[in-house]
Nanobody, 124 residues
Framework: QVQLVESGGGLVQPGGSLRLSCAASGRTFSSYTMGWFRQLLGKEREFVAAISWSGGRRDYADSVLGRFTISRDNAKNTVYLQMNSLKPDDTAVYYC?????????????????WGQGTQVTVSS
């Protein structure tokens, strides 16, 4: 069992930065692929980024490539999402998720555990 708690969301101006954190419980955190997804009210959840258990593999949605960076610290049971050059279209609730294995990292339905989400609002 893995419990996930996101933090770091908030209101930021266009062009600004935020760093989201996701703290995980459980001693097997380092075994899991970790993903970030986002969802705007009334829209479908979309993939943002994923990182393999070792950090050796990272993948991003085209819409955030070059602006967002996913990382993890297995010693701290934490995964991060550094978001730079934020745009109003990045406004959403951001969710942290965990699954075993890396294949299908882009598919939300393949993840077993989810956090409660943290709101990110990009507005002037």
């Amino acid at each position: 069992q893995v419990q996930l708690v996101e933090s770091g969301g908030g209101l930021v101006q266009p062009g600004g930065s935020l760093r989201l954190s996701c703290a995980a419980s459980g001693r097997t955190f380092s075994s899991y692929t970790m993903g970030w997804f986002r969802q705007l009210l009334g829209k479908e959840r979309e993939f943002v980024a994923a990182i393999s258990w070792s950090g050796g593999r990272r993948d991003y949605a085209d819409s955030v490539l070059g602006r967002f960076t996913i990382s993890r610290d297995n010693a701290k049971n934490t995964v991060y999402l550094q978001m730079n050059s934020l745009k109003p279209d990045d406004t959403a609730v951001y969710y942290c998720s965990a699954k075993l294995g890396y294949p299908d990292y882009i598919r939300g339905e393949k993840y077993d555990y989810w956090g409660q989400g943290t709101q990110v609002t990009v507005s002037s």
